[in-house]
């Protein structure tokens, strides 16, 4: 046996340090277990052609397609100015649409012997588009030379009809890529498998030797769609194994078990209350407070939309921690964000919050704001508060985390809006207590179940989906700009009909608009410019908008780049119904309660994200009036961008929302941003998709970990762990 196992050898030891490196580099591969594990993204069938009408824009794609026609032209240039330059365009079709591709200077002569008419191969560069045409320059290429052809070596690599198309870059085409897999092909043999056997032969899996065989040299469909099954298990399987570890590990932890006070601060503040609690806000409420009860820490994600009263229910089990003897602490993503809650918070107390103040209630306590941009003074007393307990709450941001920052007897964490705060934080703040607190983590962000338990698997979760009562209807429509001019020019109409009927409206765009890196100076070239033209921005449309369509009206801007005072008297102007339009960037996304505004349109509303959409529509309807919100966008209406925005028109419902969202973007963004940067392990599992295989596999992996949490008998699965969990994930799995 060799010292090195065969998965574990170096790629530069076996394919040669060149093209090792471009791998290293540019695709992260370093060993052959990485390269057997960098699968195909799709098939192309020998004897079919790609799409063309479908390529998406600057990506690098490999496509097969088949050469209509070449032609030479030669030219005169400052380089050949006797009219030597050439230029080599073919074109090429798939038979419903046509591609360009060009070649240049000396690299015209292989080409121009090769890409003749009838021709089939694969062709692989970055689509870009050139008087409004799609077109390829410089492409790599590959002959598809016929069954019959003696020279058939091409065919001899990709054994069958199915031709596996690798994520490559344009240092490496996908081609070279198969190449270098075929000859690392025979380590397969050796893989480990992760998978207990009873499991897989109860599940009636593939190995996993066969699986990477199927994978990479499929020889009909169903060959890789059992190299599907398989290996998307492998994934579920290994991630939820890592987190039933880790939540294996907090539940040996101690806590202080919470329990509120029969008539202390918590009855006293469900007394003041002046309505009742939605059935979701008590369900949730008593799944917290079971949790406080208990002597391990609670880990809970409480997710709800915009305005379904999360802040409620985290203020209630703050007050119960308080009634319990500790301190409780609120993390807010910014300095604004936590003033607000903070204010909120205070005027929901009222006398509650004013712990030994002259007026404050017996069972007060003190809520204290912890932010960077405070006075020296405002600091130390609040650290003060909470280093002596007279401050039984507080409500921060990162701030909180810093070394300094001592709590008397720490009880609960809160962290507001997740995805904005890593996990090293989270643990930071968990070392302030004696023994570790209770933590609950609030989202505004739905996420569908199986992220939950893909992102977030070492929390329990709970769902506020009740909007409270009075809250009215939104319609949502999609403006073609573009098609149809005259949909615009009604929208405005809309705008204006709102406000003459008392209310108001936002117009919200990209850009601000008084940027330094101009793309005009950017350097393109006019027809870029053309093709693709800058974000519409703050500044000029609200320009437009006064001079035009709303003139007469009353039309202010807000933007992140403008003073904080002047931010402040613009929304206290349009708050109090001074100003009838709004003309803002995403400023508007968080926070902004102006019940009279019921209208706004969002332009270019292709270049936002589907949950960001969905968030900044919450900002209308907040009042007694029906919200109507216009999504304008130039994009063509086939494109995903419009599919995007019409799926947003089509419902109000967040957790659908979020689940379209994911679909069209890769699930790895979903999960990278949420693993704080670490690259996402995810290559054949769909989060969405593959919502049995990640349940049942939590549940496998739930009860393997309970009965052996050291996976003792399992060589092949703690292999697969150490390979998930790199550095930093290692340390965010294991931090206790």
């Known amino acids: 046996m060799d010292l090195v196992p065969a998965l574990e050898e170096p790629l530069k030891k076996v394919l040669g340090p060149a093209t090792a490196k471009v791998m290293a580099e540019h695709l992260g591969l370093h060993s052959v277990g990485d390269l057997l594990h960098h699968y195909p993204r799709r098939y192309e069938e020998r004897g079919q052609l790609t799409h063309l009408a479908d390529l998406p824009m600057d990506e690098h794609v490999t496509v097969v397609a088949q050469v209509a026609d070449a032609r030479l032209h030669t030219f005169a240039s400052a380089k050949a100015p006797r009219g030597k330059g050439q230029r080599l365009e073919v074109t090429i079709t798939d038979g419903s649409g046509r591609l360009q591709l060009v070649f240049f200077g000396n690299g015209v002569h292989k080409p121009h012997k090769e890409l003749l008419p009838g021709t089939r191969a694969l062709f692989a560069g970055k689509v870009s588009l050139f008087n409004r045409r799609l077109q390829?320059?410089?492409?790599?290429?590959?002959?598809?030379?016929?069954?019959?052809?003696?020279?058939?070596?091409?065919?001899?690599?990709?054994?069958?009809?199915?031709?596996?198309?690798?994520?490559?870059?344009?240092?490496?085409?996908?081609?070279?890529?198969?190449?270098?897999?075929?000859t690392v092909l025979p380590s397969a043999q050796e893989a480990l498998d992760p998978l207990p056997e009873s499991l897989r032969e109860g599940r009636g899996l593939i190995t996993l030797p066969e699986a990477l065989l199927k994978i990479h040299r499929p020889h009909t469909k169903a060959d890789i769609a059992d190299a599907h099954a398989r290996l998307k298990w492998d994934e579920a399987f290994v991630l939820q194994v890592a987190l039933a570890r880790r939540r294996h590990a907090d539940a040996q932890l101690p806590a202080v078990p919470r329990r509120p006070a029969p008539d202390g601060l918590l009855s006293a503040f469900d007394d003041r209350l002046p309505f009742t609690l939605t059935e979701g806000q008590q369900k949730v409420s008593k799944e917290i407070f079971d949790d406080l009860a208990t002597d391990h820490p609670m880990h809970r994600l409480l997710q709800g939309e915009v305005g379904s009263g999360k802040t409620l229910v985290a203020l209630r089990a703050m007050l119960a921690v308080v009634d319990a003897g500790g301190q409780a602490a609120m993390l807010a993503p910014t300095e604004v964000l936590?003033?607000?809650?903070?204010?909120?918070?205070?005027?929901?107390?009222?006398?509650?919050?004013?712990?030994?103040?002259?007026?404050?209630?017996?069972?007060?306590?003190?809520?204290?704001?912890?932010?960077?941009?405070?006075?020296?003074?405002?600091?130390?007393?609040?650290?003060?508060?909470?280093?002596?307990?007279?401050?039984?709450?507080?409500?921060?941001?990162?701030?909180?985390?810093?070394?300094k920052v001592q709590f008397h007897d720490l009880g609960l964490v809160v962290v507001d809006e997740q995805h904005r705060f890593g996990v090293e934080q989270r643990d930071a703040l968990r070392g302030k207590g004696k023994q570790p607190p209770h933590l609950l983590v609030m989202t505004a962000t739905p996420i569908p179940r199986t992220v939950a338990m893909t992102v977030f698997g070492d929390l329990e979760t709970s769902v506020l989906d009740q909007l409270p009562a009075g809250r009215s209807p939104i319609a949502s429509h999609v403006v073609p700009a573009a098609e149809k001019p005259h949909f615009l020019t009604r929208a405005w109409e809309r705008v204006r009909e709102e406000v003459e009927n008392g209310h108001q409206a936002y117009v919200v765009c990209p850009r601000i608009g008084d940027e330094e890196d101009d793309p005009k100076k950017?350097?393109?070239?006019?027809?870029?410019?053309?093709?693709?033209?800058?974000?519409?921005?703050?500044?000029?449309?609200?320009?437009?908008?006064?001079?035009?369509?709303?003139?007469?009206?009353?039309?202010?801007?807000?933007?992140?780049?403008?003073?904080?005072?002047?931010?402040?008297?613009?929304?206290?102007?349009?708050?109090?119904?001074?100003?009838?339009?709004?003309?803002?960037?995403?400023?508007?996304?968080?926070?902004?309660?102006?019940?009279?505004?019921?209208?706004?349109?969002?332009?270019?509303?292709?270049?936002?994200?589907?949950?960001?959409?969905?968030?900044?529509?919450?900002?209308?309807?907040?009042?007694?009036?029906?919200?109507?919100?216009?999504?304008?966008?130039?994009?063509?209406?086939?494109?995903?961008?419009?599919?995007?925005?019409?799926?947003?028109?089509?419902?109000?419902?967040?957790?659908?929302?979020?689940?379209?969202?994911?679909?069209?973007?890769?699930?790895?963004?979903?999960l990278g941003q949420a693993q704080s940067g670490a690259r996402t392990s995810l290559r054949v599992l769909a989060v969405i998709e593959d919502e049995e295989i990640i349940a049942e596999a939590r549940e496998e992996a739930a009860a393997l970990v309970a009965s052996d949490p050291e996976l003792t008998g399992l060589p092949g699965l703690r292999t697969a762990l150490d390979a998930l969990l790199d550095e930093e994930r290692e340390q965010y799995l294991e931090k206790g």
């Open 522 to 670: 950017a350097g393109k070239s006019a027809e870029d410019e053309a093709e693709k033209r800058p974000p519409l921005a703050v500044l000029d449309i609200a320009d437009q908008l006064a001079k035009g369509p709303l003139s007469g009206l009353r039309v202010e801007v807000l933007h992140g780049r403008m003073h904080p005072d002047d931010k402040d008297a613009v929304m206290r102007r349009f708050a109090a119904g001074e100003t009838h339009v709004l003309v803002a960037t995403t400023v508007i996304e968080v926070g902004v309660n102006v019940p009279n505004a019921t209208a706004m349109v969002i332009m270019d509303a292709d270049r936002f994200g589907v949950s960001q959409l969905h968030q900044l529509r919450g900002r209308v309807g907040r009042g007694s009036a029906a919200g109507l919100c216009l999504l304008v966008s130039e994009m063509p209406e086939a494109s995903p961008a419009r599919q995007r925005l019409n799926a947003v028109a089509s419902t109000l419902d967040g957790f659908e929302l979020s689940r379209i969202d994911l679909e069209q973007r890769r699930e790895g963004d979903v």
């Open 136 to 182: 390829l320059a410089h492409p790599a290429y590959e002959l598809l030379r016929g069954a019959d052809d003696e020279a058939a070596e091409t065919v001899e690599s990709w054994a069958g009809a199915l031709i596996p198309i690798y994520p490559a870059t344009a240092k490496l085409e996908s081609w070279k890529i198969g190449k270098a897999i075929q």
């Open 338 to 403: 936590a003033q607000q809650h903070h204010r909120s918070i205070v005027e929901m107390m009222g006398e509650l919050a004013e712990g030994g103040m002259l007026g404050g209630a017996e069972q007060a306590t003190k809520v204290v704001l912890l932010t960077g941009s405070m006075g020296t003074a405002a600091r130390r007393q609040a650290m003060l508060d909470l280093v002596t307990g007279e401050a039984g709450m507080v409500i921060g941001t990162h701030a909180l985390i810093e070394d």
